[in-house]
């Protein structure tokens, strides 16, 4: 039964969600609630994502939220029970211009000195050592991480989860939040299909439809829903399971093993806000054409599946992590842009230093505050496709 009050309700059951219940509840932080709409949990962006990690951003804060959520992520299993499936396959980006070589040499330079040693610039005969049976026509250079690699969000969200549960956290499915109480500025309560829940304190974790609950609370988020689709093909032995995570920058192809073929994806730069699943065949014939190009094996490969799912896309690509200053008790840990399931450790441990102590003191989240959009201080970050 859903409760009449709590202390914290948590909105979204995604890996944010689940992580932000787990870290505020490690902290004793009273009763808490976490409400989904979906049956099940990660059923949003969580259950659609490719599950790449890296350190390999642009921004100090990307890269600290990275170095945290990476080390969970690798000892997932003696922390939570359940292995988080992380594999440090690497990330490589292939770059076809001069200005993207200047732009990756200076990021190299800021996660080495902000605490990732292991990535370094290659040149193309590297390259070509490392990836045989990609097609390096036009590759200037490249870069490469090799504790990047890949995670399963699937069993992240359930670790936490269960986590969570363990330690108090009531998780109710299948109860669609409409509306949202207040009262003289402040957080006073939570409206479902099931009932009403008063609070004082509210965590808006809803991914995509972020700004949906914002405008329930007349709070004003920029988080738009993206489609992005990718597709795995059947088994490809030639290409060895540990193979690096390839990203042709430009055009932003990417692929990974995943099974015994790949998983390969793509962003549309035309692709407008919108919250449809459907496949755009007409995209998943470029995407294809172009993975052709820079990885000609792939014409003895049949394509298995297709998936599409919904980047929470903010005006410069970082997260919103904070309090709404115009309404005291409305928190927002959402609109990662299409690279947080990565981040969801480091999510659940800043959002209950926050909430709890005023502050985040893991990693300087101040710049991720709401208000930078309306005032103008967006940050900006580069390695994002
Ligand atoms: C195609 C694709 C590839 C991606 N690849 C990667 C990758 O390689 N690496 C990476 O780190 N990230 C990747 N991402 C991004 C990643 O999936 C998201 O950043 C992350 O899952 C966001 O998690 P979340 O918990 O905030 O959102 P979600 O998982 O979407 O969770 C939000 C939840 O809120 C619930 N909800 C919404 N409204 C309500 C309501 N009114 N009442 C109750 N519940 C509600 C939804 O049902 C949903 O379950 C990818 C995303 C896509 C689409």
Redesign the pocket.
Known sequence: MLPRTADIVI????????SVAYYLAERGAGNIVL????KF?????????????RYQFSTAVNIHLSIFSLDVLAHFEELFGISAGYRPIGYLFLLTTPQEVAQFQANVALQQRVGVPWVRYLEPNDIAALVPLVNLEGVLGGTFCPRDGLAD?YSV?QGFAKGARARGVQIETE????GIQTEHGRVTGVV?DRGTMSTRTIVN??????A??GKMAGVEIPIVPL????FTTDALPQIPRDHPMTIEFTTSLYFHPEGAGLLI?MSNPDEKPGDTYAIDEEFHLKTLERALYRLPILENARVASQ??????VTPDAHPILAQARALEGFYI??G?????????PATGKVMSELILDGRATSIDISMLDLERFAEGRLIREVNVV
């Open positions: 909105i979204g059951g995604g890996c944010m969600g689940t409400v989904e709409r979906e949990l990660g059923m949003g962006s969580t259950g659609r994502n490719a599950g790449g990690v969000p969200t109860t669609n939040v409409v479902t974790c809803a991914g995509p439809w972020a949906q609950i489609r992005r689709q990718f994806g998936i599409a799912g919904l980047y929470e840990a959402a990662f842009s299409g690279h947080g399931f990565q981040h969801s």
